[in-house]
């Protein structure tokens, strides 16, 4: 094989050389042209078969080299520097709460428009979301409409599971960053990223601690009252719940005996808790993971006179639970700051779609008044990425009025003047006109 390359590159000199001198050796280049094309056809196959024979060679070295390429890719950003945001950019973006008229999502809006303004981008930051009767298709449907209006970028607290990734996949093939928090998409299919209040394998066992604190060594049952069956952070808090229980003989005297629904509906969840205390008469705690449901809960407890039998736990708002807590009725729950996770979704989803940041693990970034976070491999998920908030607080009796802020009171003292007096007992057709239905503080 090596003789006839040899021939074939003497040959390709020979007649390089017959090109340099021109016209006068036209006739010698005729008369040698049947020989060198004899030569060519000679040494073709030879060629072939060396190409044919190195190739597994080549192929084989470039998927050897290929992971090292990968992991030095990925090790520059790792320890790459810190990516600062450059303000000003003009990005359309879309706030997706699971539905309106929860306090908790209006509290992650403050935060997104806190960073808005911060980041100074000119465009509104618009707050869209369904009602609670129609969340998932609700949902599905804004983020179509978002991806067909030609918005740069969209945050959703995902209450669709994995019906929402049609949608979602459809606004990532526009162009559009898709960035999540408080509720993943279970299989991470059209996430860039999800911003997790929490680590919520973590969950789990704050709320069999509260559990544990609240009911005593001797344990006891107790029940979960959750929002939907769709809400992915709250199966995966549930499981997370269910696991520890399963595995640390720490708890091995707690008894979850049932998992029940109030859809995040104050009425529904109001009616789960007192049917849960019908059907288990030894039932000695509700542990609801939903601000809605604990809330709920405990004032179902408060009004049915149960407080001394069944306790209420979970996550819940201070400013909501702080009469439960100081009656002995919600003695401790946990929280974090909704307006620190809209705070931070915000910035993550404006370096995202703004390109001065890609979604890749362990990218570090600057969040303002939050510092410094990285974007790593969600461990509780088979497939995508997060970026954890943290922490936890656990509030008690000690803690929760503090927290709350200053409680409305009522006025003792009657005003100057003349002062009107009710007369009982006349007869009036009254309508009471709430904003809409399913929210406690319009029940109350």
Not at 167 to 195: H, N
Not at 359 to 365: L, R
Request: charged share 20%.
């Amino acid at each position: 094989m090596k003789k006839h390359l040899t021939i074939f590159v003497l040959l390709l000199t020979f007649m390089l050389l017959l090109a340099a001198c021109g016209g006068q050796v036209q006739e010698a280049v005729e008369e040698a042209a049947p020989a060198i094309e004899a030569a060519v056809e000679e040494v073709a196959p030879t060629i072939e078969a060396a190409v044919e024979e190195v190739a597994p060679t080549v192929e084989a070295a470039v998927e050897e080299v290929a992971p090292t390429i990968e992991a030095a890719v990925e090790e520059v950003a790792a320890s790459g520097e810190t990516i600062v945001a450059e303000p000003g950019q003009a990005l359309d973006m879309v706030l997706l709460p699971k539905f309106l008229g929860i306090l908790v999502f209006d509290q992650a809006n403050d935060g997104a428009q806190e960073a808005a303004a911060e980041l100074g981008n000119p465009q509104d930051l618009e707050f869209l979301g369904p009602t609670p009767e129609n969340s998932v298709a609700g949902q599905i449907d804004i983020v179509t409409t978002a991806a067909t209006q030609g918005m740069n970028a969209i945050m959703i607290s995902n209450n669709a599971g994995d019906q929402i990734v049609p949608a979602v996949q459809a606004a990532k093939d526009a162009g559009m960053t898709v960035v999540t928090w408080d509720s993943p998409i279970p299989s991470a299919e059209g996430e860039d990223v999800f911003i997790a209040q929490v680590d919520f394998d973590e969950t789990g066992k704050v709320m069999a601690d509260m559990a544990l604190s609240i009911m005593g060594d001797d344990g006891g049952q107790f029940a979960v009252l959750s929002a939907s069956p769709d809400a992915s952070n709250q199966n995966a808090w549930i499981a997370a719940l269910e696991e520890v229980l399963a595995e640390d003989d720490t708890y091995a005297s707690l008894e979850l005996v049932d998992i029940v629904y109030g859809n995040d509906q104050s009425e529904d969840s109001y009616n789960q808790a007192l049917a849960l205390v019908d059907k288990y008469a030894d039932l000695e705690l509700i542990m609801a993971p939903t601000t809605v449901g604990i809330a709920a809960a405990a004032k179902a407890m408060q009004d049915e006179g149960l407080c001394d039998e069944v306790k209420v736990s979970g996550l819940g708002l201070p400013a909501e639970m702080v009469s439960y807590t100081l009656n002995g009725c919600a003695p401790e729950f946990a929280l974090w700051s909704f307006v620190d996770l809209g705070y931070l979704s915000y910035y993550t989803t404006y370096l995202l779609a703004s390109g001065q940041m890609d979604a890749v693990e362990g990218t570090t970034f600057e969040a303002g008044r939050m510092g410094e976070y990285t974007i790593e491999k969600d461990p509780t998920r088979d497939e995508g990425l997060r970026v954890l908030m943290g922490p936890f607080t656990v509030y008690t009796a000690d803690n929760v009025e503090a927290e709350a802020g200053p409680q409305e009171e009522m006025e003792d003292a009657a005003p100057a003047g003349d002062v009107k007096s009710a007369t009982p007992g006349a007869a009036l057709d009254m309508v009471l006109l709430p904003k809409f239905l399913g929210i406690l503080v319009f029940d109350q």
